[in-house]
Structure formats: C-alpha cells, structure tokens
C-alpha cells in the first residue's frame, strides 16, 4: 500500500522581504507594492480599507507620501512603529516629517533605505543616528564609526542639517530605552 502525503504551504508572495526595525516583528500593513506578504505581514497598495482595518496593524509601512495621507484621514491607531521607505537617489526623511509622525500617532519612526526593487540597503535602529546597511553596498560611503546602540555595522551617516533646538521631548524620543537620559536646561 502507498500513501501520499501532500503537504501544502503557504509560499510567500513575488516581491522583497520586509525587515521589521524591532524585534519581535509586530503586524505590519505595508502601503507600497513589490513586497511579500507573510503570517504578520500584508501588503495594502490601494491604501486604508476595511481589509486593513480587519488585519488591525500595530505597525504599517509605506513611503512618506502615503503615510502622511494615511495620518491625515485620522484612522491609524498603532501601537508599534511607523517604518518610512526612502530610495536611493532621494532625500532621506525629514525632521519635519519625523516629528509629524512622532505627533500624529505617538509610535517610534524608523527610515529604511531601498534600492529600487524593494530590496533593503540601509535601516535605522533603535539609536536614530543613521541607517545601519544591510549588505555589500560598496557604491554608497559608509561611517564606519560605531553606533550608539552598539551595533559595529557600516552605516550610512545622516545628512548634514542645520541645527535646531531639541526639546526634552525630542530628546527623550530619540534615545534609547535602556539608556539614561541627561536633559539640561
């Protein structure tokens, strides 16, 4: 007697892995195509809708242009992080966009660098003083000092800005955790 066993898996969707910025990943909506979509990942390229709404993500994902118009309709209510996609050959994220973000839904902002087939160049960790890079990208000049969270991986340093006052707030924001922040008047 022969018995065949045929055991079906889920296979992921054509398209890039997404790398969530912390870990243990949370349910994350992607808002950009070209992604796969996985047990705690899903992609919503046509934007907020009532599937979205069921799958109820504590983190979503998308370029700067879709995430701003999500946080203007109001209906996000996350409890994790928002991960904002920049390409190569584009500016990085803002302050400004940052901060409204940081306002508008009170989760953790993190950048991650794509090249133009999603897949991921460079992240922000945890310490938001540059994107740490994710492979062999000898093209790109990297700073090789390390990190503030400790992590001794090449990374892409922050353009140069022009400075502006930091509130406690921005500065309690911006640091990590498990660290002891001095804030001076």
């Known amino acids: 007697m022969l018995v065949r066993i045929v055991v079906r898996t889920r296979r992921p969707?054509?398209?890039?892995r997404f790398v969530?910025?912390?870990n243990p990943a949370s349910r994350t909506a992607i808002f950009t195509s070209g992604f796969q979509s996985t047990k705690v990942t899903r992609i919503?390229?046509?934007?907020?809708?009532?599937?979205?709404?069921?799958?109820?993500?504590?983190?979503?994902?998308?370029?700067?242009?879709q995430?701003?118009?999500?946080?203007?309709?109001?209906?996000?209510?996350?409890?994790?992080?928002?991960?904002v996609f920049t390409y190569e050959g584009q500016t990085t994220l803002s302050?400004?966009?940052?901060?409204?973000?940081?306002?508008?839904?009170?989760?953790?902002?993190?950048?991650?660098?794509l090249a133009a087939n999603n897949e991921l160049v460079?992240?922000?960790?945890?310490?938001?003083?540059?994107?740490?890079?994710?492979?062999?990208?000898?093209?790109?000049?990297?700073?090789?000092?390390?990190?503030?969270?400790g992590n001794p991986a090449p990374r892409l340093a922050r353009p140069a800005r022009p400075s502006r006052s930091r509130r406690p707030v921005d500065?309690?924001?911006?640091?990590?955790?498990?660290e002891l922040v001095e804030l001076s008047a």
């Open 13 to 16: 969707s054509g398209g890039a």
């Open 20 to 22: 969530h910025p912390v």
């Open 44 to 65: 919503f390229d046509s934007g907020w809708n009532p599937e979205v709404a069921r799958f109820a993500p504590a983190s979503i994902a998308g370029t700067v242009e």
């Open 67 to 83: 995430l701003r118009r999500l946080t203007r309709e109001g209906q996000l209510q996350l409890q994790h992080a928002v991960v």
């Open 95 to 113: 302050d400004a966009d940052r901060d409204f973000f940081w306002k508008a839904l009170g989760v953790p902002v993190f950048e991650q660098r």
């Open 122 to 149: 460079a992240m922000e960790c945890e310490a938001h003083s540059g994107l740490h890079m994710a492979g062999d990208f000898g093209h790109l000049r990297p700073d090789k000092n390390t990190c503030a969270c």
């Open 171 to 178: 500065l309690v924001r911006r640091s990590k955790s498990t």
